[in-house]
């Protein structure tokens, strides 16, 4: 750990070499202020560091800023010095490639984020506003020390766009898709909002799956077992391994969050005769699902949707839950109701030239941004747009 007393706001700031130096009570009763998410959570990125998922080894080199005052934690972000930029979902390898032509070094680059989640939410953890705008501006004077090429911080939530804004970062957009509970009772009554076409396609992709013979059973929290966290793993590990990649997270970042963070998630397990060919992972809190894990042993029509959102979806609607995210891209998920919704980042470049050309960039980037926005609107799956 090291420690930098900042005469500029009176804070003194202490910058942690692992996520396990951090006070975890504090640094989660500022995220409770900030709203919550289960991702943003200490166990959950310290299970990430600690299991060798995402550290200095893999790319992801923790410096976690944090600001303090009289003896009290005022404000803390994770932040990364990235070899990479893999497992981050906002695609920044144009930048990378540009500084490479031109002789310029990009890597290492300062990243706040959670590691391989693109979910969005509160990033900067701050008791006021006033805290969460001395910490970019002291997370920013920490990169120019460290003379790292670059600052981004992904996903933030509307308080941490507001801080990055007057600081003078500049904001990038991208799209994911998420569904709205409209309060149906039921999931046939979700169905009944949809349009004739895609109504139909829904059924006839559930039809698939019942009629190979498979069903479905799920469990929450504490009812997961250890059975089914090594049968989930043997699915997750077997589809990056099908794709020619080891998987981002470890059989023990799993096993770390069934000890602590049990109720933050959901698994559905497909069966066939008896035996489980294949499961999906949410993750769960606040009235939210996220769409997180999936992989199978058997390939099945159409088992895909029916693990990843038809059951997702049906559980949402039978507990009350307000929202689900499927996660980074995918424009086939508006087939299954799930609506475009604008993300945002923010970056600093420390080269003047890079930074001025980026900021052209965006502004042009932005404007297909909402042009594509307008086209997705266009092709609501809703029988009256929601």
């Excluded at 600001?67 to 906002?90: F, T």
């Excluded at 059975?227 to 020619?244: N, S, V």
């Amino acid at each position: 750990m090291s420690v930098v007393q900042s005469s500029s706001n009176d804070y003194v700031t202490r910058v942690l070499r692992t996520p396990s130096e951090a006070d975890a009570p504090a640094w989660n009763a500022l995220l409770a202020k900030a709203g919550g998410s289960p991702f943003m959570r200490h166990e959950y990125l310290d299970a990430m560091h600690a299991s060798g998922s995402a550290d200095a080894r893999t790319g992801w080199d923790p410096h976690f800023v944090t600001l303090w005052r009289d003896g009290e934690l005022h404000a803390a972000c994770p932040l990364y010095l990235k070899s990479h930029s893999y497992g981050e979902y906002v695609f920044d390898w144009a930048w990378a490639n540009a500084y490479e032509q031109h002789g310029e070094r990009y890597y290492p680059k300062a990243l706040t984020a959670v590691p391989y989640t693109p979910v969005p939410g509160p990033r900067l953890l701050a008791v006021d506003a006033a805290a969460r705008l001395a910490l970019v501006q002291e997370v920013r004077a920490w990169c120019m020390k460290k003379k790292v090429s670059s600052f981004h911080l992904l996903f933030a939530n509307d308080d941490d766009v507001a801080a990055c804004d007057e600081a003078g970062l500049m904001l990038r957009h991208t799209v994911q898709f998420h569904w709205l509970n409209d309060g149906w009772p039921d999931f046939d009554a979700f169905l009944a909002s949809l349009t004739q076409e895609k109504r139909k396609k829904i059924r006839q992709e559930r039809r698939k799956v019942a009629d190979a013979g498979v069903s479905f059973r799920h469990a929450e929290g504490a009812a997961i077992t250890q059975a089914d966290w090594d049968f989930f793993y043997r699915c997750y590990e077997r589809t990056y391994l099908e794709h020619g990649n080891a998987p981002y997270l470890t059989r023990d970042f799993f096993r770390r969050m069934a000890a602590a963070m049990p109720e933050n998630w959901l698994l559905f397990v497909a069966e066939r005769e008896g035996a489980p060919i294949a499961s999906s992972l949410i993750g769960i809190g606040d009235g939210v699902a996220y769409g997180r894990y999936w992989g199978a042993l058997e390939r099945v029509d159409c088992l895909h949707f029916e693990a990843c959102y038809y059951q997702p979806l049906a559980w949402c609607i039978a507990n009350g839950y307000q929202r689900f995210e499927g996660g980074a891209q995918g424009e086939h998920k508006m087939a299954r109701a799930l609506m475009p919704v604008k993300t945002t980042s923010a970056h600093w470049l420390a080269h003047p030239a890079f930074a001025d050309a980026v900021e052209k960039f965006l502004a042009r980037e932005d404007k297909g941004i909402e042009a594509y926005m307008e086209h997705l609107d266009e092709r609501s799956p809703f029988r009256h747009p929601t």
